[in-house]
């Protein structure tokens, strides 16, 4: 009796199974609001993770984008299909050659603002003329900064204002005026904030005080838009790189360089071209799940 009763029980959970299966497989059919196939399959097909990479059809703002880190983020994505790109920077001869040579690499359109990410007016009024030009927006990467190397002692407010003006509340205007857009038109999007390791350490020996605060409040800003963005199906995160390769770096090269590359265990500084991949992952479909987070691309500096 006791083998029959178990029996009894096995078959009954059984068909309890079945029916739980059944039941999810028809929501899952009759939900519109999740899709059928992941991100990137195919019905009946392979599925295929560098589709989730293509950003076909898609707009992209980059500030700072005219030369350095900025601009070789926008290659990477251009590479991976953008319908247009913007790029806002104060540098007209560089940002209108920027433009220029990005159509001619991969065809894109390419139109460029002049802007300081600080005027707030100046810079909604640049928002919506990027999607009166090209459309929509839905990426955002946030590449305008500036670095000091100035004791503390001898830092003048003045000076200490213009970084933090620049790094975080440019940073914030310019990714609230294409929120708001981007909430308005209710696709969701992408915004990459750039931060720096000196976010997260104090790289010593520099004498860099405003740089690594204004960095640190950058990651956090990210993080707190991450939380209240993630409604309207905007992801916030950011890219932290460490020592790079870039004109604005060349300029403390005969004091810093040979510190900065023997604290790093690989042993060199980073090409502005490897942040490319991550940029794109963050901008497109193959991160969908990812916001709040901060990467850090520093060829093991902070580690030790």
Not at 49 to 61: C, E, P
Not at 283 to 301: K, P, Q, V
Request: charged fraction near 20%.
């Amino acid at each position: 009796m006791a083998t029959a009763s178990i029996q009894i029980v096995l078959e009954q959970d059984s068909i309890l199974s079945q029916q739980i299966a059944n039941e999810r497989s028809m929501v899952a059919t009759n939900d519109d609001s999740e899709p059928a196939v992941p991100v990137g399959a195919s019905v009946g097909g392979k599925h295929n993770v560098f589709d989730m990479f293509s950003l076909n059809g898609r707009v992209a703002v980059i500030t700072g984008g005219a030369r350095g880190l900025g601009y070789s983020m926008a290659e990477g994505l251009c590479a991976a299909g953008l319908s247009g790109v913007a790029i806002l920077d104060l540098q007209s001869d560089l940002g209108e050659r920027a433009c220029d040579q990005l159509y001619s690499d991969f065809g894109v359109t390419a139109k460029f603002y002049r802007l300081d990410v600080r005027d707030e007016v100046a810079v909604q009024d640049a928002m919506n003329s990027v999607v009166r030009d090209l459309g929509r927006i839905d990426i955002l990467i946030l590449s305008a900064g500036v670095a000091d190397i100035v004791h503390a002692e001898e830092y003048s407010p003045e000076k200490f204002r213009r970084v933090i003006d620049i790094n975080l509340n440019g940073s914030f205007i310019c990714a609230q005026a294409a929120g708001k857009l981007m909430i308005a038109a209710g696709r969701g999007g992408s915004i990459v904030f750039v931060g720096s390791m000196s976010g997260s350490i104090v790289n010593w020996p520099n004498p860099q005080c405003a740089y690594n605060s204004s960095k640190a409040a950058v990651i956090h800003l990210m993080k707190s838009l991450s939380a209240e963005w993630a409604k309207h199906r905007i992801r916030c995160n950011s890219i932290s790189p460490g020592y790079m390769d870039t004109p604005l770096n060349t300029t403390f090269e005969s004091e810093y360089f040979h510190e900065w590359k023997s604290r790093a265990p690989i042993g060199r500084l980073g090409r502005p071209d490897e942040l490319a991949g991550c940029a794109l992952w963050l901008a497109s479909d193959a991160s969908s799940y990812c916001t709040g987070t901060d990467i850090l691309i520093d060829g093991g500096y902070t580690v030790l």
